[in-house]
């Protein structure tokens, strides 16, 4: 950042005047030698002159090429002071200055090869599934550039607790994954950091988040990425000097976390089951009251707070889901300043079935709750969409008792269920054994399209994916299935980035290390 800034103010020195067309990524000039002109008219807000290969600008009212003369060197681009030249990084996609039909990738020019950081779509050079930089086996990316199974956690003779993996990108795209391991006969919340590619930061590091608890109890850590670093939120026994309270703590991207802090601002009972989303530059945390002093004994109330991005309060918590009604299994998602809060409603009647209702917040409120669908409902999961919307899914048991999976988009404004249809994604074909889904979670394609994830006959016993709408998944979503299919996969994540679509959950087939019980892996999907 510190050059660019320097860039800045060396070009407002120069006499040369800014290009007219400083909207182009790419253009060519007619001053000085004949070589074609390359270059990035305008990046991160800072406009850089056009310079042609021998150091010209490309602009009729230069009297003299030598007082500027800086020539863009691949995928550095150039500014001059006077005496000198200055150089900054083109972003990611710009088109190399050597040569424009190849694109810059990490400030380095990608020629068609596995290795140089740039994924091939295809056809001509051939299609990469990956390519993370290097050739190198162990993360992602295989050697010859086919996404691999990524191993976050495997320890001999321990098990990872079901239900807590999650992950999370940083504006920078780096990621987070987080999951609650059994250590001996406690607990642990633990950490590991890669790059976008799937590459680790730092080798074989694992960071410790916390510590504490007994084995059968939920520490249930969630992750939310900021716009460097991530938030991590989880169920600690220990925070508040009661039965269990909500903790917190940042990760910057040195890997050092902050010392824990307590969320919840009432501190009697049992505080469980956390979510977060981003929100602005700062985070969300929704969790369930269980204690039973906020709502009739037997049943929990949702609470809420906010964070800055530094991680202090913005103000008291305060009550999500309405008076007089139990809820739980609260999801989180943002798009923009809008935050879609879901969870299940319990049912008044103890022989009637929960339903999901929705709320959201921040810069859309709604007054009250709204049901996705007149029919019953839990375990809901909320995501955002690249149109700027929602998805939710969850899990209807209407019409069977074992589970199917449901979903539909919900408007970021307006009304929230405006021209969307409430949609089985799975159900039992007539004559056929029904099967359970359970356990869904969404994650955005392309408009108002995602991809649901799922588990498959039951706890642990594989993982599926479908996509409802027109988009559909890359190829090597084949070698993907190949891994989810033997039983032994549950405990699934989705997380949509730049770089493709992450699919993340504990598998106990062996991808893991030799003797472990049960590992926590990864696999990248590229864009389709």
Do not use: K
Request: glycine share 12%; net charge negative.
């Amino acid at each position: 950042m510190r050059i660019l800034a320097l860039a800045a103010a060396v070009l407002a020195a120069c006499s040369v005047p800014a290009p007219t067309d400083a909207g182009s990524a790419i253009g060519e000039g007619g001053a000085g030698p004949s070589p074609p002109v390359y270059y990035a008219a305008e990046v991160t807000g800072i406009t850089i002159q056009p310079i042609d290969a021998a150091g010209w600008f490309v602009d009729a009212g230069v009297p003299d090429a030598a007082t500027c003369a800086c020539s863009p060197v691949e995928c550095r681009l150039a500014a001059c002071d006077g005496e000198g030249c200055l150089y900054a990084d083109a972003p990611d996609g710009t088109p190399c200055f050597t040569d424009p039909e190849r694109f810059c990738v990490g400030a380095a020019c990608s020629y068609g090869v596995c290795g140089d950081r740039y994924r091939e779509p295809g056809p001509d050079p051939a299609r990469e599934g990956c390519d993370d930089g290097n050739l190198e086996g162990g993360d992602a990316c295989s050697p010859d550039c086919r996404p691999a199974v990524l191993v976050v956690s495997s320890r001999p003779g321990e098990e990872d607790l079901p239900g807590s993996t999650s992950v999370a990108a940083d504006d920078a795209g780096r990621l987070l994954f987080v999951w609650g391991a059994s250590v001996g006969e406690g607990l642990e919340v633990r950490a590991r950091r890669y790059d976008a590619a799937g590459v680790e930061l730092v080798a074989d590091e694992v960071l410790v988040l916390a510590r504490g608890g007994s084995a059968g109890e939920a520490l249930a850590p969630a992750v939310v990425g900021l716009a460097s670093g991530w938030a991590v939120v989880w169920s600690s026994p220990g925070i508040d000097a009661s039965e269990a309270g909500i903790a917190y703590a940042l990760v910057p991207p040195s890997g050092a976390p902050s010392v824990p802090r307590r969320a919840n601002e009432h501190a009697l009972g049992r505080q469980a089951a956390p979510a977060a989303a981003r929100l602005g530059a700062g985070f969300v945390v929704a969790w369930a009251d269980e204690s039973g002093t906020v709502a009739p004994p037997g049943s929990s109330r949702l609470r809420l707070r906010s964070l800055d991005a530094r991680g202090r309060v913005l103000g008291p918590e305060r009550a999500l889901s309405p008076d007089g009604t139990s809820a739980r299994e609260v999801t989180l998602a943002s798009s923009g300043a809008t935050v879609l809060a879901a969870w299940t409603e319990d049912a008044s009647d103890p022989f009637a079935r929960s339903r999901v209702v929705a709320r959201r917040l921040g810069a859309v409120e709604d007054a009250t709750p709204f049901a996705p669908s007149a029919a019953d409902g839990a375990a809901p999961h909320a995501a955002w969409l690249a149109s700027g919307d929602f998805s939710l899914v969850w899990v209807s048991r209407d019409a069977d008792a074992r589970g199917d999976v449901h979903a539909r988009v919900v408007r970021a404004a307006g009304e929230p269920l405006a021209g969307t249809t409430h949609v089985a994604l799975t159900w039992t074909p007539p004559g056929e054994v029904a099967v359970a889904e359970l356990a869904p979670r969404a994650a955005a394609l392309a408009g108002d399209d995602f991809v649901v994830a799922y588990e498959r006959g039951g706890r642990r016993r594989g993982v599926a994916l479908l996509t409802p709408g027109a988009s559909g998944l890359a190829p090597e979503s084949s070698m993907l299935a190949e891994h989810l299919q033997d039983g032994l996969q549950g405990d699934v994540t989705l997380l949509t980035t730049a770089r493709g679509l992450w699919v993340a959950w504990s598998d106990a087939s062996g991808l893991g290390a030799a003797g472990a019980h049960r590992s926590f892996v990864a696999y990248l999907l590229p864009p389709s």
